[in-house]
């Protein structure tokens, strides 16, 4: 069954109440975005960029804790569009997700208004576009959520606050890019890096002499953990995906695909002009990119050295991640301490342990989990459900831990107790970096090491100060555990942040069921994109080019 035939049926049942899921004591934000194609040459090239209003990147969203975000999006490109909200947690309404699992695409020339509230969260985020390869072609924008105003931000307010969009680039545009995989083939290693969707030397940040900067640094590319560093200058880390973190100084930072920070840093150099280098990690040969940080009244550009970036090794890294920590005394969204939470002390009831892989089918290149390669179906899973139409996936269709047989294709779904506090644990038994994201939620990194997890490995949990997050890399022969408070009902996407490896079978949906079926843990489903289509007589257009 398709979201049109879904739309008839919809008709019937939906609550027509405006701006469902969102609470009308909040402020509301309103925006009208157009998406269309429109020539981009981030790397000197001409291509078909996706661009949000004119602009590449998209325009970012700025709001505060808790505020109601209305999102008009107008689909002008000849294909179906979804965006979705990396870090938004869409609290009780998984239905804006914006991924195929949990929304029906946007028709071409037709529209969708997304209901979103940024409730009890703050931090720095971007969203992206999720259907076919779009991501490769732009679409992305920073998302940041400001403290409300009573509650205490453990610095001092900023001069300026910058948002830093990293990602790795292919001069190949999406179709092309989306055709090799369909095909069954890997990717070549993009050609480049952007920083704010420009090359080498095309983004200058303004700064005043003795003033102090935030750059909220996503990487939004497509499988590069990339290295950021700022010539003659350090960076004062404060937040990482919605914590406030210990302030430590880095000379350079990772930055893993997906993943979100937040730097301070103080323009305490002679007016010059500095570089800012971004450069891939664990690649051979290394990709490099530049920004400028231009001081005003400027001199011109500072002569001394670049700034090198770190080693191959991957031990650096690790020992980088572990020292990224909570600080427990600072606030975050809410007045009390970030500490006051004490996620190590609660006993957890279930560990999933999840092993990526990769393999051929059918002569395919596939990727999975715990040996399952995600496919789609027809029906967009969270309608399935909650139609309850049989046929469309089986929870429990991929298990708990891996099973050490060849790779199958399935449409995943593991089913999960809301309320319930799990342990993940991702084993990578292959020799690249992983970064792995859950929708919906934040969870508590509380170990990473080389080699295969047991139970001993929890021994070296960290169960105090570790920070809550959305994005985890697992590095190569290794694994990553988390603790996860499954307080969020709805059907989350879990994927790879690789985005090749996701588009070809690395994800899954976690179906945090609650029996009681109630407005209080989740809302019911809002008006879908192609409920709008039938009305106006539109016809059907297949909603992903996933490939099967
Ligand atoms: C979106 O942009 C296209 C191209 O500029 C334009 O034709 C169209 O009218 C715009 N749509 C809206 C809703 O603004
Ligand atoms: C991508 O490039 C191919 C040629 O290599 C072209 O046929 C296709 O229309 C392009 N797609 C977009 C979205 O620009
Ligand atoms: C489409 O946009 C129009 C004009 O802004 C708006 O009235 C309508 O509610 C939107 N439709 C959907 C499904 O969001
Ligand atoms: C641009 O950046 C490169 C390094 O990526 C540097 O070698 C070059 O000198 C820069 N050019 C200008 C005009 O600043
Ligand atoms: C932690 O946050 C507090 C504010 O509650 C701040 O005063 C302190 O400097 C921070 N500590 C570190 C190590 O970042
Ligand atoms: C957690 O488990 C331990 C040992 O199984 C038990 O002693 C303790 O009471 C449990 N704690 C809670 C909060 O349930």
Redesign the pocket.
């Known amino acids: 069954m398709r979201c049109n035939i879904l739309a008839s049926l919809l008709e019937v049942v939906v609550v027509l109440v405006s701006f469902l899921g969102t609470n009308a004591e909040d402020p509301y934000r309103f925006f ?1 975005w157009n998406v269309t194609y429109g020539d981009v040459y981030p790397l000197g090239v001409r291509q078909q960029g996706i661009l949000i209003n004119g602009q590449f990147p998209g325009p970012d969203i700025h709001s505060v804790t808790n505020d109601n975000l209305i999102i ?1 999006v ?1 689909n002008n490109l000849p294909e179906p569009f979804l965006l979705s909200w990396n870090g938004v947690q869409q609290r009780r309404n998984s239905w804006q997700d914006g991924v195929y699992g949990t929304t029906c695409p946007i028709p071409p020339g ?4 997304y209901t979103l509230q940024v409730k009890d969260q703050i931090g720095s985020f971007y969203y992206f576009p999720s259907l076919a390869f779009h991501k490769a072609a732009g679409g992305f924008g920073g998302i940041r959520i400001l403290s409300r105003p009573r509650i205490p931000v453990p610095f001092d307010e900023p001069a300026g606050d910058y948002t830093v969009l990293i990602g790795d680039w292919y001069k190949k545009n999406h179709t092309d890019l989306k055709a090799i995989l369909d095909r069954g083939k890997k990717l070549p290693l993009p050609d480049g890096i952007l920083i704010n969707g420009r090359g080498a030397n095309g983004t200058a940040f303004a700064v005043e002499k003795g003033k102090t900067y935030r750059f909220r640094i996503s990487n939004v590319g497509l499988m590069n953990s990339l290295n950021i560093r700022f010539q003659n200058h350090r960076m004062k880390l404060v937040e990482v995906e919605g914590t406030h973190t210990v302030q430590s100084k880095y000379s350079s930072l990772d930055i893993h695909v997906g993943q979100s920070y937040s730097v301070l840093v103080t323009a305490d150099m002679p007016s010059q002009d500095f570089y800012i280098l971004v450069s891939s990690r664990f690649t051979n040969p290394v990709l490099t990119s530049t920004a400028i940080l231009r001081y005003s009244n400027s001199a011109g550009p500072f002569s001394g050295p670049l700034p090198g970036g770190p080693t191959i090794q991957i031990d650096w890294s690790l020992n980088q991640a572990r020292s990224i920590r909570t600080n427990l005394t600072a606030s975050g969204p809410r007045p009390n301490p970030q500490g006051s939470y004490h996620y190590g002390q609660i006993n957890t009831t279930r560990t999933i342990i999840l092993a990526n892989s990769a393999g051929q089918v059918n002569g395919k290149q596939r990727y999975a989990v715990n040996s399952v390669s995600f496919v789609p179906q027809e029906t967009p899973l969270k309608l399935a459900d909650n139609f309850k139409i049989g046929g469309v996936f089986r929870v429990g269709s991929i298990s708990d831990k891996p099973s050490g047989g060849g790779i199958y294709l399935d449409t995943s779904v593991m089913g999960a107790d809301f309320r319930a506090f799990i342990e993940i644990v991702f084993q990578n038994n292959e020799n690249i970096v992983q970064s792995w994201h859950l929708d919906g939620y934040a969870f508590f990194v509380v170990g990473m090491d080389g080699g295969q997890w047991t139970t001993a490995s929890r021994k070296g949990y960290n169960l105090y100060d570790a920070v809550s997050r959305c994005t985890t890399q697992v590095y190569p022969k290794s694994w990553t555990a988390i603790y996860l408070a499954l307080d969020n009902v709805g059907m989350w996407n879990l994927r790879t942040e690789f985005w090749a490896r996701q588009y070809l079978g690395q994800q899954f949906y976690l179906r945090v069921y609650s029996s009681v079926e109630s407005i209080r843990d989740e809302y019911p489903i809002p ?1 879908m ?1 192609l ?2 289509e039938r009305l106006q007589g539109g016809t059907h257009v297949p909603y992903n080019s996933m490939p099967l």
Not at 110 to 113: E, I, L, P, S
């Open positions: 009208n008009n107008f037709k529209n969708f208004t008006k994109p409920l709008a």
